[in-house]
């Protein structure tokens, strides 16, 4: 079938897009902002370090950084380059997370109380069922006139 040329073009797609990769930078895109936020504090730290060590190269490091997110925003690509945003949007993604987690764990909880309530109304009511059969078979036996060892009992001749 078309597997083996779908392969060869997911690889050909795979070449195109790292070709793609402007001035040897990837850009800081995705939803994954705690990667986003290491890496963006990485290449700061990297500036940084260089700029101690020579301050041209820092600064023509930092044009061709701004350079070339200003062309990936050019293609439409969406940059996430503002730390502080990206701190707020870890914050909301995590909070949201916790979020989720306490109400499936409520909900899991709410599941399990319910089967154990259903199961403990079952076993009252099988219960139930057992002692009526019990105590129809003694009506019956009394209907046909015999004299059973509790009634003596309750008479006060046992």
Do not use: C, F
């Amino acid at each position: 079938m078309a597997t083996g040329a779908d392969g060869a073009s997911k690889a050909q797609r795979r070449k195109e897009k790292r070709q793609k990769l402007k001035g040897n930078l990837a850009p800081l895109t995705g939803r994954n902002y705690r990667q986003l936020l290491e890496r963006l504090q990485a290449r700061q730290a990297r500036l940084e370090e260089l700029r101690d060590q020579d301050a041209g190269k820092a600064r023509e490091l930092e044009s061709k950084m701004q350079w070339t997110n200003l062309l990936y925003k050019a293609e439409g690509v969406r940059i996430r380059d503002d730390e502080h945003l990206l701190q707020e949007a870890l914050k909301r993604k995590e909070k949201r997370h916790e979020q989720r987690k306490r109400r499936w764990e409520k909900r899991t909880a709410q599941v399990v109380e319910k089967m154990q309530r259903r199961q403990d109304k079952r076993r009252q009511n099988l219960r139930k069922k057992k002692v009526a059969r019990a105590e129809r078979r003694l009506e019956k036996a009394r209907k046909k006139g015999r004299i059973l060892p509790q009634d003596l009992e309750r008479a006060g001749l046992a």
